[in-house]
């Protein structure tokens, strides 16, 4: 009774990704599979300045944004704990921009930072922030997308903490308090122990997702800044031409999230007490 | 109030301007009229409050088309991941059979895979095949991609299940399929709305897919609607925020009058994988 559902998802996600590599190596397009090729798609890729435009953009993306959310989603959720009041409230909040299609936060942020009519432009320019436009060059609109993204996703994971810091028995923090352990030390040796495998799920899930960005890219920057997802969208896409190297650069952005996972997996196996799932 | 709770007051409701403050001031916009969204400084009250922006979206055919193709598209994608994944998960939920964890973990792969990996073999695929362009491509790459998170969260649900009454109607002579149809599904009910509504949210906000696979816009769903007005119509910005309103509401309410089960079964999912 697996079957069904395991077909399905065999026949549209996992044949794919094989063919998808198959054609890696080929100089394919839309309707044609092509010649053998090697590694030339490859290394026409990493010869491309709009690949490597993308690819810094991305990292820089997924790095500043995930390193945000986590910190600041992790105080929230440490001072959510605390208390057992107003979890409802926060957790009701929290829900608001998680179930916006990102289209719709990026375009509602676009229009709070745009030039005419934007609040956020506003108080930019009467507090004497910035007096450029702010959509108007690619560092801007980056550090905008990533504003969006801490605002979209923050709560989320706090409340993923919030739920993994629930699964904490109060005995361990009784007893270190007993022993006499600081604040900073109960949460070095068993907060963040215990919070593993919440950490792990909520740091792998956003990385893996700031890593593959594609639509806030699309509207924050009405389609200006690019990212991994979107060079290969306009490869397969809108120029058809370069059928064959949007493939290639959407087989790595696979591949680079299975070394991501991998070694998130590993820093979070080794080095630890060795409890396991 | 101990200082604790004072602190925790404050945070919540930091947590809450956070969240609900953008989406008034662009409630705030939609409902302003052009001298309004133009003055400066910003007014934080409209003048003259007009629904005008909202009847300019609803007048326009291809975002009402919009809303209508997402409706189809996610409602569909909803029912086979709920059919298709309620079979698949009560055996996975129930029985012991070797490939248990691994299928689960397969499973678990595909929910956080890359959609944008496969763009283009899907692309060329749905080509030779004749259903570029169409609504049952879109629903069927849609139900691939949640229905390992339907399943994840149906098995968490149909664990918590006492087994008990399984056992009694087994021992009353039903099959493994009767006993499904008659004892489990009836209870699961609870379970299977939490998963249909992040089902329903999932395809709700799917884009790549649709920007991708879908070429006229009288298929396109909202979420590829809304970025094409917003250029189409760059600077109507009133219209634009009633959009996005239009949007986002009718979502926002079902998610938050469900929001105590959506939340167990976001992090049940979670915690137990």
Redesign the interface.
């Known amino acids: 009774?697996?079957s069904?559902?395991?077909i399905?998802?065999a026949?549209?996600?996992?044949f794919?990704?094989l063919?998808?590599i198959y054609?890696s190596f080929r100089d394919?397009t839309?309707?044609n599979s092509g010649q053998w090729t090697g590694l030339s798609n490859y290394g026409e890729l990493l010869a491309d300045p709009d690949f490597r435009t993308a690819l810094l953009n991305t990292t820089l993306f997924t790095i500043v944004s995930v390193a945000l959310e986590f910190a600041i989603g992790m105080a929230?959720a440490l001072?959510?704990h605390?208390?057992f009041?107003?979890r409802?409230?926060?957790?009701?909040?929290?829900?608001?921009?998680w179930?916006?299609?990102?289209?719709?936060s990026?375009?509602?942020?676009?229009?709070?930072l745009?030039d005419?009519?934007g609040?956020v432009s506003?108080l930019a320019h009467?507090t004497g922030l910035t007096d450029q436009p702010i959509l108007s060059d690619h560092t801007s609109l980056l550090v905008a997308a990533i504003g969006v993204d801490v605002?979209k996703s923050t709560?989320f994971i706090?409340?993923?903490l919030l739920?993994?810091l629930q699964?904490i028995p109060r005995e361990l923090n009784e007893a270190a308090i007993v022993d006499g352990a600081t604040a900073v030390q109960r949460f070095v040796a068993i907060t963040l122990p215990q919070l593993r495998?919440?950490i792990l799920?909520a740091l792998?899930?956003r990385t893996?997702e700031a890593?593959?960005v594609?639509?806030l890219f699309?509207?924050m920057s009405?389609r200006q800044l690019t990212s991994?997802?979107t060079y290969?969208?306009s490869?397969?896409?809108v120029s058809q031409l370069d059928?064959a190297r949007?493939?290639a650069a959407?087989?790595f952005?696979?591949a680079t999230?299975i070394v991501i996972?991998l070694v998130y997996l590993r820093v979070f196996r080794s080095g630890g007490t060795g409890e396991e799932? | 109030m101990s200082r604790s709770t004072r602190w925790s007051a404050v945070l919540v409701l930091m947590l809450v301007i956070w969240s609900v403050l953008p989406v008034v001031w662009v409630f705030k916009m939609s409902i302003s009229d052009q001298r309004d969204l133009f003055s400066a400084p910003p007014e934080i009250v409209p003048r003259n409050p007009t629904f005008t922006h909202y009847a300019t979206v609803f007048l326009d055919p291809v975002f009402r088309a919009g809303l209508v193709n997402s409706v189809l598209i996610a409602g569909t994608t909803t029912f086979l991941c709920l059919v298709l994944g309620s079979v698949a998960a009560y055996p996975l939920a129930r029985l012991r059979f070797p490939a248990r964890s691994t299928v689960m973990t397969a499973f678990l792969v595909v929910a956080y895979f890359p959609t944008v990996a496969i763009i283009a073999p899907l692309f060329k695929q749905l080509r030779s095949a004749g259903l570029l362009d169409t609504y049952p491509a879109i629903i069927a790459v849609d139900t691939a991609f949640a229905l390992p998170l339907s399943i994840w969260i149906m098995v968490a649900f149909f664990r918590k299940l006492p087994g008990e009454l399984e056992e009694a109607a087994q021992i009353d002579g039903a099959g493994i399929r009767q006993t499904f149809l008659l004892v489990v599904a009836p209870l699961a009910v609870p379970g299977l709305v939490t998963a249909g509504i992040l089902t329903f949210v999932f395809a709700w906000n799917e884009f790549l897919f649709a920007n991708t696979f879908l070429f006229d816009q009288a298929r396109w769903p909202v979420t590829v609607v809304i970025p094409s007005y917003a250029s189409r119509h760059s600077v109507d910005y009133g219209a634009q925020a009633a959009a996005t309103i239009i949007v986002t509401v009718p979502l926002a309410a079902t998610v938050l009058a469900l929001q105590r089960r959506l939340v167990e079964g976001l992090t049940s999912g979670a915690l137990k994988g």
């Open positions: 009774m697996v069904p559902a395991a399905v998802i026949v549209v996600a996992v794919p990704v063919y998808a054609l394919a839309v309707t929230m001072a959510l605390r208390s009041r107003f409802g409230l926060a957790r009701t909040a929290v829900l608001i921009p179930a916006f299609p990102v289209v719709v990026a375009l509602m942020w676009r229009l709070m745009q005419q009519v609040i506003w009467a605002w709560p706090a409340l993923l739920a993994g699964t495998p919440a799920v792998l899930f893996l890593w593959s594609y639509d699309w509207v009405d991994l997802s290969v969208y490869g397969v896409r059928f949007g493939n959407a087989v952005v696979f999230s996972a799932a």
